[in-house]
């Protein structure tokens, strides 16, 4: 498969680590291909990285350079990469970004839910497999 745009959700966890990793070797198969990686942060989030820094400016500030030293290994590896922040619960932004743009994939570590947690709270990474337009790879 030809990708040239693949969106990357991450939030810092060991499975978006190994989501990651995949997103590079997807990514190394051709030279045009960009990876944006997607952060969402949520409203308790937002608040305390506000008190935690100050104000919403650093706050913004320190969350990309967080995003940007995660994707370091994309830099390392010689993927293009766009970093991208937005606000809200993390499936329904995620959800929007991705179907406001034309990614050829989108890749996202699972947490590893068991079937009852699954069922009875939903995970990020089904929801994105259900809503999401583009193909969708879940990275356990």
């Not at 104000?55 to 994707?71: E, H, P, S, V």
């Not at 929007?96 to 990474?125: C, P, T």
């Amino acid at each position: 498969m030809y990708m040239t745009k693949i969106l990357l959700a991450t939030d810092g966890s060991e499975h978006s680590k190994r989501a990651l990793e995949k997103a590079i070797k997807l990514a190394k198969k051709s030279e045009q291909t960009t990876v944006d990686m997607i952060y969402a942060v949520d409203g308790s989030k937002s608040k305390s990285d506000v008190l935690q820094y100050g104000d919403t400016d650093t706050a913004n500030y320190q969350r990309l350079k967080k995003l940007k030293a995660l994707g370091e290994p994309l830099r390392e590896a010689g993927v293009e990469a766009n970093y991208h922040i937005v606000h809200g619960e993390p499936a329904k932004a995620i959800i929007a970004f991705a179907n406001e743009r034309d990614y050829d994939m989108v890749v996202i570590g699972s947490r590893g839910r068991s079937e009852v947690q699954k069922f009875l709270l939903g995970s990020v990474s089904h929801k994105l497999v259900k809503y999401v337009h583009a193909p969708v790879v879940v990275v356990k």
